[in-house]
Structure formats: C-alpha cells, structure tokens
C-alpha cells in the first residue's frame, strides 16, 4: 500500500492535473447520461424539447456573447501577463460581463421579437441572459487553475456543482409534477443553472475584487487579436451541433425535439471514449510529427478501428439501450441512432486532422471546413425536415459531418505539403478514407439488423472480439514506445 501511494506521490503534477481535470470532465458529462432514463420517465418529450432548445440556442449564442475568450488564447494571455494575471483576469471578466449587459439591453428593447426567435419564454431568456454574465468567471477561473496545475480544488468543485445541479434538477421536476404545476421544464432549468450560476457569482466577485481591474486597452487588445478571429469558428461548430434542434423546433414541434436529442445523447456517448483516445493520442503526435521514422499512420488506424469497434457496437445495442434509458415514445426513433453514429464516429477523423492543423498554427482552416459543414447542415435540414420529417435530420447530420471530415483532411494536407513538401503526409489518407468509409456503412447496417436479433447479437460478439484484439495491439505498441 505504501508503495502504490509512493508511486501516487511522486507522478508528475502536469499528469496529476490532467487526470483530475479528465475525471471532472467524464463525470459531469456521464452525469447527463445516467439521469437520461430519471428525466424521459418524469418529463414528458415535449417539456424535454424545450430543454434541449434551451440548451441549443444557449451554445451558439454563447460562443459570440463571450467573443470566444475562454478559448485557447487564454491560456497564450496568462502565460504573457505572469505577473498581471489577477489584473488580467478581472480586466476581461469585466470585458465579458460588458458585452453580456449589452446584449441584454438589445434583447430589453424587443423581448417578444427574441422570444418569437428562440421559441423560448421571457423566463428562459433572462436565465440565460444571467449565464453570460456570471459563467465567463468559471471558465476563467477553471482555465487558470488549469494553467496553474491547481487540481483539487477546480476538480472538486467542477464535480461537486454537476452533482448538486443535477439532484436540484430531479427534485424540483418531481415536485413540480407532484403539485400538477405547468412549466416543468422551466423549473428543471432553473434548479440545475442557478446551483451553477450561484458558484459562478461568488467566483466572479473573487475576480473582480481581487485584479481591480476594469478597462485595459492592452489586455483587451491582446485578448481580442486572439479570440475575434475563433468566434466564426466556435460560432460554426455550434451551427453544426445543434442547429438541428432549433429546425426541429420550428418546422415540427418541440416534442419531436425531445425525442431526437435524447437519443442523439444516447448515439452519441461513444465520443466520451473517443475524448480519452485523442487525449493521449495528441502528446504522441506531436513528440513524432517531425520525426522521419514514426508508426503515427500504423498507430492512428489501431486507434481509429478501436474507436469504430465502440460506435459500431452502441448502434448495434441502440434496441437495449433505448429501452434502458427512454420510454415507449422513443423507440419508434431507434432508426436515427445508426446515422448520429456514424456522424459521431466521423468526429475523430475530423479530430484526427485537426490536430495537425492546431500543431501548424493554421487554424484558420478548421474554421472554413467548419463553416462548409455548417452551412451545408442548415440548408439540408430546412429542405429535407419539411420534406421527410425530424428523422431526417439524422442523415442531414451524417452528410455533413463527411463534410467537414473531407474539408479537414483536404485542409490538413495543403498545410503538410506547405511544411513539409508534396509527399508528405502524416496518416495513411487512403486507408483512413477506407476506414470511415466501413466504419460508416457498418454503423447504417444496423437499420437492417435491428429486426433479426440473433445476428445482431452475434455481430456483437464478434465486434468484442477484435475490438478486444484492436485494444490489445494498441497497449503493446504503447509499451513498447514507453
């Protein structure tokens, strides 16, 4: 026992932050897996609808109100004010909070017309109107004590408000139904943001009073040169993630939104392994880039069939979990999980891309294949939902995601011919096409196994054995590189 704690102790504190910050992460988003089957049984789809709508337009608007400054530039700020970092944090909390107030005066002046817009209610725009001014604080916050490798106290906190936000959320849904009150939906958003919003509060004043610092002409300059240019690309992303949702919202109703994005969070549980896989798949990369001889193209294929095997494996077991998690009102569209995974299963390859791009510096295109993708999501959805109806949206997504997978691969190999020459390249791009290409047409299979249940569990068994085999040559060939 004494050795193992040794053993604990004497890890690195870069690792010990970075798997602190990883558990945080899956737990607070297994959190919104495993109350799936609490909600579908206590909501109705429609009050879920508006949830997810909630939640949709709260992303993409997000992601312009904070004018991206809790993305990566950040982290570039703190390390060039290292003595300044409490009066640079305050200077662009206030910057945020600044841009928050003025987008709620803009929404003041029209209500009715915002409100027409979204689809939500006065009370659902306030409660978000008060998250882009307080939430800005946490993530600035979390992303110093990330920078920092101050882990216990973020990491504690970061699970400890999932948790509490999640138990308010259940309580106050079965007290509302317990009463016959109307707005259950409402009162589920209020529970689980104002738990969030309250630590959030508390972590602005601490901000605030300790920078006392408000206007900075050159930490507002330095901070805009670095996230203007990521708002289209955050802004895109978003597009491409939930537009989906608000088309449904419009042009169906919001209890068919209910029913999509429930089983789009089921279909789409396999990207928590995928966010492990690329986590320890990047330092590899980048230590091996530059170097002639590495089994980067070897290795990134072990990976990515791996990671096939898993979206391939929860299409397949989509009638099981659907009856685990949901209602009857849901199983009618168990066929729109074998597209969503396969869209799903196409974000490492897009990951995989990306990452090369990120190490160049030339993020700039992740932002035109993003907006490509985007763009093409929205125009297929407004055509094909009025058309076939919400379940289209499924396929709309899967197109699009090959888009953006295309886009980046195309993207990622005009970077390396630019820095390393015409014949040069990082993966095996043929195998990889070959690999989504399978990876795809094995997750749609499951539309025609779902109705014979024998080969569909002996597919299953066969997909755990050479997944088991994949992750086996996988761990070896991470040995034998340490």
Known sequence: MNKILDKIKNVPIGVKAATVYTLA????????????????????????????????????????????????????????????????????????????LIVALIYIICPSFWNGLTGLSTDLMVLMLIGFFVAPAYDFWLARQRYEYKYKLAGSLTAITALLASLCAVMIVLHMNAKELSDVANGRLYASNIVSYIVYGILWFIIIFRGKTFFNKEYWKFSLQLSIPLIGYALAAQVLSVSDRMMISRMV???????????????????????????????????????????????????????????????FFAPEIVRTLATEEYYEAIYIMPPIAGGVFLTCVSNMYSNIMIYYKKTQYIMYASIAAAATNVVLNYFCIAKFGYMAAAYT????????????????????????????????????????????????????WYQYAVLRYGIIIAGCAVGAVLGYRVIKMRKVKQ
Not at 40 to 49: L, N, Q, V, Y
Not at 66 to 80: C, F, I, R, V, W
Not at 418 to 444: H, Q, S, T
């Open 253 to 315: 109703d919001n209890s068919a939104v209910g029913i999509y994005s429930t089983l789009y969070t089921v279909s789409s549980i396999s990207l928590l392994v995928w966010s492990a896989i690329n986590a320890s798949f990047i330092p590899y990369l980048y230590q091996n880039i530059e170097s002639d001889k590495n089994e980067i193209k070897k290795y990134s294929l072990l990976l990515m069939g791996a990671y096939a095997i898993v979206a391939a494996l929860l299409t």
């Open 397 to 448: 997504t899967l197109v699009a995601y090959i888009v953006l997978a295309l886009g980046e691969a195309v993207c990622a190999h005009v970077v390396c011919k630019k820095e390393r020459g015409a014949n040069y390249e990082v993966y095996n791009d043929k195998a990889v096409g070959l690999m989504a290409v399978m990876a795809i047409l094995l997750c749609l299979s499951g539309l025609i």
């Open 25 to 100: 992460s899956v737990f607070s988003k297994g959190l919104a897996i495993i109350t799936v089957p609490i909600f579908t049984r206590i909501m109705s789809t429609s009050e879920i609808g508006v949830v997810n709508l909630y939640n949709s337009w709260h992303s993409m608007l997000n992601a312009v109100v904070t004018l991206s400054l809790t993305s990566g530039g950040y982290s570039a700020a703190l390390k060039e004010f290292g003595k300044e970092r409490d009066q640079y944090q305050s200077s662009v909390l206030s910057l945020t909070s600044f841009v928050a």
